[in-house]
């Protein structure tokens, strides 16, 4: 029972250690988001649509946290349908960034194909509908980069050891509502902030794909600890020669027609967001890097929030844990360290 009991974790002190260990965050951050945003695009070939369903579910999540409320995964996604009680086109226009015409036409096709059905002002979605919305690989990627993020935390000397991922995806399991309500207060932002940038989510999908590529080839050099600063100077100017990817590879990792990532590959091109080689291999431009880095800042910000917001909330459970196991009498305590 001598586990990691240390000083509540500070959201400031996460967003120092990030920016310190840049090169080992980022990637493992990156490739989560884009493994999440294919997620999103599978069920219905459109990402606003599978949002407004997270959304929806999101507002069943801050019901439970109002009337302290937490379901485990199973409590949770044993029951065959969640009520909602009531479904206001504006505020899913507001939420998700949507026009209004566009939120409403999105609810009725989901309604077409039943995976949401309106009983007077409720609303209720059907999980029979669409099974893989359950969250299970999310739920194991989530540990995986708690995990890894613990390691690196271990190494700064903030925790007194690691977790392992399977630590985390149990504790994420028992306490399901309450973590993936604020799982989805710091995705679903991200989401919308990047869309106000490209204009569009699947723009962002195409353009995190090549992100997460460029990262992933820079991994395999197998640079140590590298700052922010030293990391992008080293890997991220207009002379760099980043090994890129084509059209058909990025349409095949995201599940987007490739005619649609063709165009929307034109639209970054021109955009300068990426750039194109000799053998039709997309890259990493830096037209935009400043505003490219602004928006960065402020999703490590709000995933050293999330991060954070979880560790505590496991070594708070450790103390009580800890509380309960110092009542124990000696004998019980000896038996269990056997």
Known sequence: MDQILLEQIRKEKLVSIFEKNYNLVSPLWSKHQIEWM????????????YLVILYLI???????????????????????FIQIESLNVMEISQGLDIPKESARRKIIELEK???????????????KAFPFIRPEESIVRVSRFLSNTSNIMLNEKILQSDF?????????????????????ELQIPVILRWKKTFKDIESFHVWGVCVVNEQLNIKRKGDL????????????HPLSKLDGMNAMSISDITGIPRATVTRKLNILLKKQYLKINDKKHYSLAFANQNEVFDIQKINFNN?????????NLIITQQRTLKKEYEKLPIGVQKYLNL
Request: aromatic letters at 22%; proline letters at 1%.
């Open 38 to 49: 294919n997620g999103v695009y599978y069920p219905f070939k459109d990402h606003d649509k």
């Open 58 to 80: 999101k507002k069943t999540f801050d019901f439970y946290s109002k009337n302290f409320i937490r379901e485990t995964f199973t409590e949770f996604y044993q029951k065959e």
């Open 113 to 127: 194909i039943g995976a949401i059905k309106k009983m007077g002002k409720k609303i209720i979605i059907d999980k």
């Open 164 to 184: 392992k991922s399977e630590e985390i995806a149990i504790f994420i399991a028992k306490n399901f509502s309450h973590i993936w309500k604020l799982y989805y």
């Open 225 to 236: 600890k590298m700052n922010k600063v030293a990391y992008f100077k080293k890997y991220y």
């Open 303 to 311: 995933l050293a929030n999330f991060t954070a917001q979880v560790f």
